[in-house]
């Protein structure tokens, strides 16, 4: 199956600081890919689609000035949490949508630490 | 809103048991992809139907879509510890494209 790469896996960081986390498709172009964030025993929540030269759109709730979301080519999207806090501490997961077959292949999500 | 209810959400079985996990949903689909996670990691894709009452099999798995494309099932024939993990139905919509998410079935296959 296709796959989807996201660095880095687990990052810790201080109050305040911000952090980038980059999600990339490795063998197909993704014009869509998408931001998830998971509490422990609880599924994906959609944060925001990240759409290929073009804005992201934002679930409702979610702050765009808190997370930036940047899709720069058709196989990098970036979300970066600016001015963490502990309450941003999750698992953050990306995926990709392969148009051709109407699926979506997820990364293997990156652990974030807010002290 | 377009939901989509997975059940159940937690299960624990012996050894060598049958289960069936639903997602039913009001909505109409585009197409719906079952995932199993494990702890720490993303979700990994075990497959996708896109045609009403489509069945697939995946070795001891088999998936099916409902005539309707409105809700699914993931039924595992004689479990085994190695099926232990989240299971998580996604409905694609049909509008969007983004993927709605059920509540996640947490299988505990004990040897």
């Known amino acids: 199956g296709a796959v989807v790469s996201q660095h880095p896996s687990w990052v810790i960081c201080k109050s305040g600081t911000s952090v980038k986390i980059e999600c990339r498709s490795l063998?197909?172009?993704?014009?869509?890919m998408f931001w998830y964030r998971q509490f422990p025993k609880q599924s994906l929540m959609l944060m925001a689609t990240s759409n290929e030269g073009s804005k992201a759109t934002y679930e409702q709730g979610v702050e765009k000035d808190k997370f930036l979301i940047n899709h720069a080519s058709l196989t990098l999207s970036t979300l970066t949490v600016t001015s963490a806090h502990p309450e941003d501490s999750s698992f953050y997961i990306c995926?990709?949508?392969?148009?051709?077959?109407?699926?979506?292949?997820f990364g293997p999500g990156t652990r974030l630490l807010v002290l | 809103t377009q939901l989509l209810e997975q059940s159940p959400q937690f299960l624990s079985i012996q050894e060598g048991e049958n289960l069936t996990v639903y997602c039913n949903s009001s909505?109409?689909?585009?197409?719906l992809q079952w995932y199993r996670q494990e702890p720490g990691e993303g979700p990994v894709l075990l497959v996708t139907?896109?045609?009403?009452?489509e069945v697939k099999k995946l070795k001891r798995l088999t998936f099916q879509f409902g005539d309707a494309r409105k809700d699914s099932s993931l039924h595992i024939t004689a479990a085994q510890p190695g099926d232990t993990g989240l299971y998580l139905c996604?409905?694609?919509?049909?509008?969007?494209?983004?993927?709605?998410f059920g509540q996640g079935t947490t299988l505990q296959v004990k040897p």
């Open positions: 996604a409905g694609a919509s049909v509008d969007t494209g983004k993927l709605i």
């Open positions: 139907v896109v045609t009403g009452g």
């Open positions: 995926s990709a949508r392969d148009g051709r077959v109407k699926t979506q292949y």
């Open positions: 063998d197909f172009q993704a014009t869509t």
């Open positions: 909505s109409v689909f585009s197409s």
